[in-house]
């Protein structure tokens, strides 16, 4: 399984950025996607998610009515439209992805406490909001 995200860069508060995060060689039917950002010193927060299966969509608190994370199945990437961007959204944007749900879930609300690993990481693509 290998992910790409694309997307970031540099934007004015109030500003907006999509990114997009494509998937190949998954041995799942459905993959269900999510993304995560990790702020200069500080750990890495989980920002949405969504189901592949039945389109079902958890966001964190921090983005919810500013971010939208969405399908493109033409394409077989998720994508995520960020409005309204403040400086606090400064950080590096990974998407990740597993074949189950529930576990993707706990990773982006923050309670997972298994140890169970996610089946894939992007590489992280940089978004600098500036005040």
């Known amino acids: 399984l290998q992910l790409e995200e694309s997307g970031g860069g540099l934007v004015q508060a109030g500003g907006s950025l999509r990114l997009s995060c494509r998937a190949s060689?998954?041995?799942?039917?459905?993959?269900?996607i999510g993304w995560f950002r990790q702020a200069p010193g500080k750990e890495r927060e989980g920002i949405a998610c969504?189901?592949?299966?039945?389109?079902?969509?958890v966001y964190a608190e921090s983005v919810k009515g500013r971010f939208t994370i969405s399908k493109d199945n033409t394409k077989e990437s998720v994508s995520l439209q960020m409005d309204h961007l403040e400086p606090e959204d400064t950080g590096v944007y990974y998407c990740?992805?597993?074949?189950?749900?529930?576990?993707?879930?706990?990773?982006?609300?923050?309670?997972?406490?298994?140890?169970?690993?996610?089946?894939?990481w992007g590489q992280g693509t940089q978004v600098t909001v500036s005040s």
């Open positions: 060689g998954s041995p799942y039917y459905y993959l269900h």
């Open positions: 990740a992805a597993d074949g189950a749900w529930a576990p993707l879930v706990h990773h982006i609300e923050g309670t997972e406490t298994s140890g169970y690993k996610l089946d894939g």
């Open positions: 969504i189901n592949d299966e039945d389109g079902r969509i």
